[in-house]
């Protein structure tokens, strides 16, 4: 099992930067995918970022690329999400989860996922 909690979310202007954390506990950290997703008031889940178990390997959804930078450290049992250029449509509750990938590589929907944190808030004012 691992449990997984998120922090550094708030409220910020636009065009701002947030750093977010996810620390996990339990077992085996290393021998997970990363992903960070997010969900806006009336809209569905989405990817956003994920990471390879040794961080090789990164990939994020359209939105977030040349803003958005995932990152991980084994030794601390934490992945990070920087967010730069924050726009208001960023605005959701961002989630980490954890997926177990013996072959490598990381994963884009959700379903593949099988630990999740309880997720922090992101607001970017206009």
């Known amino acids: 099992q691992v449990q997984l909690v998120e922090s550094g979310g708030g409220l910020v202007q636009a065009g701002g930067s947030l750093r977010l954390s996810c620390a996990a506990s339990?077992?085996?950290?290393?021998?997970?995918?990363m992903g960070w997703f997010r969900q806006a008031p009336g809209k569905e889940r989405e990817f956003v970022a994920a990471i390879s178990r040794g961080g090789a390997s990164r990939g994020y959804t359209d939105s977030a690329k040349g803003r958005f930078t995932i990152s991980r450290d084994n030794a601390k049992n934490t992945v990070y999400l920087q967010m730069n250029s924050l726009k208001p449509e960023d605005t959701a509750v961002y989630y980490c989860?954890?997926?177990?990938?013996?072959?490598?590589?990381?994963?884009?929907?959700?379903?593949?996922?099988?630990?999740w944190g309880q997720g922090t808030q992101v607001t970017v004012s206009s």
């Open positions: 989860a954890g997926q177990s990938r013996p072959r490598g590589g990381w994963g884009s929907e959700g379903y593949e996922y099988e630990y």
């Open positions: 339990g077992r085996s950290f290393s021998s997970y995918a």
